[in-house]
């Protein structure tokens, strides 16, 4: 294979190892194993494990990117987007419940190292915060769009916690459900109205 391809298919190899195991327990070994490739030609493409670390955080961005991107495409309305975001841990259960969420646990990983690239990795919460709040914006929210993004937010990380904790996907189901009860109240919603935002979520923002 090329050397594209090849580099592709450590980050990608990387990727999951890093969800499963967790990065601190993920060696160059076990890499080069998962892509079938010998330690030279490994490094040849990496020189050390942060830059791989850097190359998947890279390629975890840019598929959020494209996903965000394609829900724009294919939904008119602001309300059927957050939905599509409400619905990943829906669509992930499997994965969620056996290994958490990909963005909560390599931040909260990296964030016991004291890693350097806590920041980086902390910019797909970012990209997740800004998106939502352009599309309650959209909804005519645009003074608690913030507060609601990260209403959205911990929704998310806090569900895909619960559901790995005790494996329960019913329990998935039934939150996202309350998610979509919740979000009828907005869907609604014009500029200057004043929904109500959960007031934990307003004092966080504040």
């Known amino acids: ?38 330690r030279g030609n490994f490094y040849y493409h990496f020189k050390s494990k942060d830059d791989i670390l850097g190359a998947v955080i890279a390629a975890r961005l840019e598929s959020r990117q494209r996903m965000l991107k394609q829900w724009e495409a294919e939904e008119a309305d602001p309300a059927g987007r957050i939905r599509r975001f409400v619905e990943i841990v829906v669509t992930n259960r499997v994965d969620i419940q056996n290994y958490g969420c990909p963005v909560g646990t390599l931040t909260t990983e990296l964030a016991k ?33 913030d507060a609601l993004a990260m209403h959205v937010l911990t929704f998310s990380q806090g569900v895909a916690t619960l559901a790995h904790a005790f494996y329960d996907e019913d329990f ?26 959960p007031e934990d979520c307003a004092q966080a923002d504040a």
């Open 172 to 197: 998935i189901h039934r939150e996202v459900q309350r998610m979509h009860d919740w979000l009828g109240a907005y869907s609604a919603g014009t500029e200057g109205a004043a929904p109500v935002v």
């Open 113 to 145: 190292l004291g890693h350097p690239a806590l920041g980086a990795a902390g910019g797909l919460f970012t990209l997740f915060r800004s998106w939502l709040r352009e599309q309650f914006t959209q909804l005519g929210h645009r003074e608690q769009a």
């Open 1 to 38: 294979m090329g050397a594209a391809t090849t580099r592709a298919h450590i980050v990608e190899a990387a990727d999951q190892l890093f969800y499963r195991q967790g990065y601190e327990h993920t060696s160059f070994a076990a890499i080069a194993e998962a892509v079938h490739i010998s």
